[in-house]
């Protein structure tokens, strides 16, 4: 009767959830799972992990069994599927899949990367190494992801492996308590992995760390300062050569350049804010201002406090993990320019647009834009710079300049002036696009063509998603 009552129980609770997968999970859960996955921390030389299922001997003893697991095969797994089942419903299968099966280092594990890394296990990456050489303090817990203080004084790198092993215990987790420099990269780099974070924040590693990955080609995201800032909204994702108002950031950039002749292409993570403190002075025991490096545990790096805000760096890792996922799924994600137009601006473009189409066709009954879609065009589009210069070079004042430089204009002038029909030029730019035709374009300048029309492509798509958001029936569920 009490076995009849709990899968009763289960079948509520998974028809409250919607899934008739949830519902089979639920119930595996709670049967015992005899030769499927347990969970594993352990991995073979070949990159699979090693993953152990409980099968019960007798009535007093367990005895564990060894399986091998392709990372591959994971989505088949029942509960591993419905855990990640609303990361399928938005990859799809196929891109869950690459995530499913990439591998990530995540080095420096404090308020930025125990976020990140966490994030990515609950992604389903199936196979992270943490690195870290720094334990859990008291001071930590305002901003770390899992830590207790019963974590206190443990590694970092063990604290997290330990923590996740009962979030995603299929996930592979090898944790290096260490730091990161030429001694320890081979160890680190080595294994062909997917991504690596940067969450570093001393500078000598932190631009060993990146120039190695640039060395190697290896796909690195770096995060610069994200303590003595409060402003959530202002934080982006940009090239190493855009980010502003980050003294970290800036004297990455310096050193790159001076020492590895490195000039960008490294994207980071930063904050347009500017920090609201500096560094508070040091003390000693004796309770007065002394040197920090006679108290450095490890040389060159910080012992002074800068205030910090806890949630600032945990978005930073969430950003962190967001990025590397999109781009393991392969998922296109076109992010915001660091230097945007005010309304003024969006306001200038579209009334200029107006303008053009009573200069051109007589009326401007046909344009289909208002001033938030023109924002969108010109932002989300073509990031506030000219469809034929996409690249990065300007930036600050220069790209502010610019502004005064650019229009709207129909692509297919057949068409109507709506919203996948509009590119961003510069004045005379506009005038060669409208002597010209498509068929010239596309004969001429084939690269330029078919970037076009694929970004106008995706603007189509995006407005009919949108109209499909509006139309989604309310459903509301009472529990």
């Not at 008739?20 to 030389?45: C, Q, W, Y």
């Not at 994971?74 to 419903?89: A, F, W």
Request: with cysteine.
């Amino acid at each position: 009767m009490k076995e009849e009552a709990k899968y009763l129980a289960l079948i509520g609770a998974g028809a409250l959830l919607g899934s008739i997968g949830a519902t089979v999970a639920l119930r595996k859960l709670l049967t015992p799972r005899g030769d499927t996955f347990h969970g594993s921390n352990e991995a073979k030389s070949n990159g699979k992990a090693v993953l152990y299922a409980r099968a019960a001997e007798d009535s007093s003893s367990l005895k564990e069994k060894m399986y091998e697991v392709d990372p591959a095969d994971l989505l088949k797994d029942d509960i591993v599927s419905e855990q990640l089942t609303r990361n399928i419903q938005f990859f799809g299968f196929d891109a869950q899949q690459k995530v499913t099966t990439s591998y990530v280092v995540v080095i420096g594990l404090g308020g930025v990367g125990s976020h990140a890394a966490s994030m990515l296990l609950r992604s389903g990456v199936s196979r992270l190494l943490l690195v870290d050489f720094d334990q859990v303090s008291l001071s930590s817990l305002n901003r770390h992801a899992v830590a207790t203080r019963t974590d206190v004084g443990t590694p970092k790198a063990l604290c997290l492996k330990n923590h996740f092993s009962s979030i995603y215990p299929e996930c592979h987790i090898d944790a290096k308590v260490m730091l990161y420099d030429d001694s320890s990269e081979e160890e680190i780099l080595s294994g062909d992995p997917d991504f690596v974070l940067d969450c570093i924040d001393n500078i000598d590693t932190k631009v060993a760390l990146l120039a190695a990955c640039v060395r190697r080609g290896l796909k690195v995201l770096s995060a610069t300062g994200a303590g003595a800032r409060a402003d959530p909204t202002r934080i982006r994702v940009a090239d190493l050569r855009e980010s502003t108002n980050d003294p970290l950031s800036r004297s990455v950039r310096q050193r790159l350049r001076r020492d590895h002749g490195i000039e960008g292409g490294i994207p980071v993570v930063f904050s347009l804010e500017k920090p609201k403190a500096k560094l508070l002075p040091f003390k000693g025991p004796n309770g007065e201002e002394e040197n920090p490096s006679d108290y450095q545990v490890v040389p060159g790096f910080r012992v002074r406090i800068i205030p910090v805000l806890g949630t600032i760096p945990a978005i930073f890792g969430q950003i962190m993990a967001s990025y590397v996922l999109t781009q393991l799924a392969e998922f296109q994600v076109h992010m915001e320019p660091i230097v945007n137009f005010d309304m003024d601006h969006y306001r200038v473009l579209h009334q200029r647009f107006i303008e053009h189409e009573e200069l051109i066709y007589g009326t401007s009954i046909h344009v289909q834009v208002d001033i938030e879609e023109v924002m969108y065009v010109a932002k989300e589009l073509w990031h506030c710079r000219s469809a034929r210069d996409q690249t990065t070079k300007e930036v600050g004042r220069g790209m502010w300049r610019s502004v005064n430089e650019l229009m709207l204009v129909r692509w297919d002038r057949s068409k109507p002036a709506s919203a996948w029909n509009l590119i961003l030029l510069k004045f005379t730019e506009a005038d060669e696009h409208e002597a010209s035709t498509l068929e010239d374009i596309e004969k001429n300048e084939p690269e330029f063509f078919r970037r076009v029309t694929s970004t106008l492509k995706r603007a189509k798509l995006d407005f009919r998603r949108s109209d499909n958001m509006c139309q989604r029936p309310i459903i509301t569920v009472v529990v």
